[in-house]
């Protein structure tokens, strides 16, 4: 017991030290938490029905009643822009939790045992790399069909290559060191060391990737709405509301866009912030 009270210990004055050090990691920590909290709790702080219509309240701009004005079917823009956040984020951490996963496994995979294991997984991600990511996402979408799920899947599949590269080079700097051999001789498996050994010690500059790749995804889901491949209306997506304002702005109604693709861009500051905070506070001590 303290034992593990002196290494909580640690970590906690490590994290003070951390948000201390660095006041953009404290801004883009408390910008996380803001979006995880709308993400979560949305429903039950929208003001409004996110998808209820008002023939007789139709763009209006913002005022006291509506923050952010209402649409052209009269639905309140600053509940549509909170209730976006959450499909939004769970679309991005999907897909960036099952292609960390699955990107972490192969490259570690590829950089521990090397050999034909390396080969194909590096021609994998050479051949993912091919192609425009992005034009890809929407090969996928267009091919399965425009659903959520087949957003998450096209999103993880366009991420795989970065972690697979990321795990290889780091696992195969680390194959040989010192305590893999120490693992080695008090008979440890591969499986083993590498779940227990390697993969610990690569997870700081995966963190960054992580962060980035949330911002990405987030991105990614967004324009493949956007161009009308994403999320199909009415739900409330931040793509699909900035590409139904896009159409507004011209005639004045530039609330429309304005809103949701600022939060949009918020999301995407917050993500890219992240990452070096994140990979201080996994550094091993």
Same mark, same amino acid.
């Given at each position: 017991?303290?034992?593990?009270?002196?290494?909580?210990?640690?970590?906690?004055?490590?994290?003070?030290?951390?948000?201390?050090?660095?006041?953009?990691?404290?801004?883009?920590?408390?910008?996380?938490?803001? %979006?995880?909290?709308?993400?979560?709790?949305?429903?039950?702080?929208?003001?409004?029905?996110?998808?209820?219509?008002?023939?007789?309240?139709?763009?209006?701009?913002?005022?006291?009643?509506?923050?952010?004005?209402?649409?052209?079917?009269?639905?309140?823009?600053?509940?549509?822009?909170?209730?976006?956040?959450?499909?939004?984020?769970?679309?991005?951490?999907?897909?960036?939790?099952?292609?960390?996963?699955?990107?972490?496994?192969?490259?570690?995979?590829?950089?521990?045992?090397?050999?034909?294991?390396?080969? %194909?997984?590096?021609?994998?991600?050479?051949?993912?790399?091919?192609?425009?990511?992005?034009?890809?996402?929407?090969? %996928?979408?267009?091919?399965?069909?425009?659903?959520?799920?087949?957003?998450?899947?096209?999103?993880? %599949?366009?991420?795989?290559?970065?972690?697979?590269?990321?795990?290889?080079?780091?696992?195969?700097?680390?194959?040989?060191?010192?305590?893999?051999?120490?693992?080695?001789?008090?008979?440890?498996?591969?499986?083993?060391?590498?779940?227990?050994?390697?993969?610990?010690?690569?997870?700081?500059?995966?963190?960054?990737?992580?962060?980035?790749?949330?911002?990405?995804?987030?991105?990614?889901?967004?324009?493949?709405?956007?161009?009308?491949?994403?999320?199909?209306?009415?739900?409330?997506?931040?793509?699909?509301?900035?590409?139904?304002?896009?159409?507004?702005?011209?005639?004045?109604?530039?609330?429309?866009?304005?809103?949701?693709?600022?939060?949009?861009?918020?999301?995407?500051?917050?993500?890219?912030?992240?990452?070096?905070?994140?990979?201080?506070?996994?550094?091993?001590?």
């Amino acid at each position: 017991m303290t034992r593990i009270s002196d290494a909580m210990q640690k970590k906690i004055k490590h994290f003070r030290y951390i948000m201390v050090q660095n006041p953009v990691t404290i801004f883009a920590f408390s910008l996380f938490g803001l %979006i995880v909290f709308l993400a979560v709790f949305g429903p039950w702080i929208t003001p409004y029905d996110p998808l209820a219509t008002n023939a007789t309240n139709t763009l209006k701009p913002p005022n006291w009643d509506h923050l952010f004005g209402t649409d052209h079917l009269g639905r309140d823009v600053f509940s549509r822009v909170i209730a976006a956040t959450r499909l939004d984020l769970g679309i991005a951490v999907s897909a960036v939790a099952l292609s960390f996963f699955i990107g972490s496994a192969l490259g570690c995979s590829a950089g521990f045992w090397g050999g034909w294991t390396d080969r %194909i997984v590096g021609r994998f991600s050479d051949t993912i790399m091919a192609f425009p990511l992005f034009v890809l996402a929407m090969g %996928i979408v267009a091919a399965m069909g425009n659903t959520v799920a087949n957003i998450i899947y096209a999103t993880a %599949i366009i991420n795989l290559p970065f972690y697979a590269r990321v795990a290889r080079a780091e696992t195969s700097i680390r194959r040989n060191a010192g305590y893999v051999f120490s693992a080695r001789l008090c008979g440890s498996s591969d499986i083993r060391i590498l779940a227990t050994q390697v993969f610990p010690n690569i997870l700081p500059p995966m963190m960054v990737q992580i962060s980035l790749n949330m911002g990405w995804a987030i991105l990614n889901a967004a324009g493949l709405s956007f161009i009308g491949l994403g999320v199909r209306p009415p739900d409330a997506e931040w793509g699909i509301m900035v590409a139904e304002g896009a159409n507004y702005i011209i005639s004045g109604e530039w609330w429309l866009a304005i809103f949701p693709g600022a939060a949009l861009m918020l999301a995407v500051f917050c993500f890219n912030l992240l990452g070096d905070g994140l990979r201080d506070l996994v550094d091993p001590l």
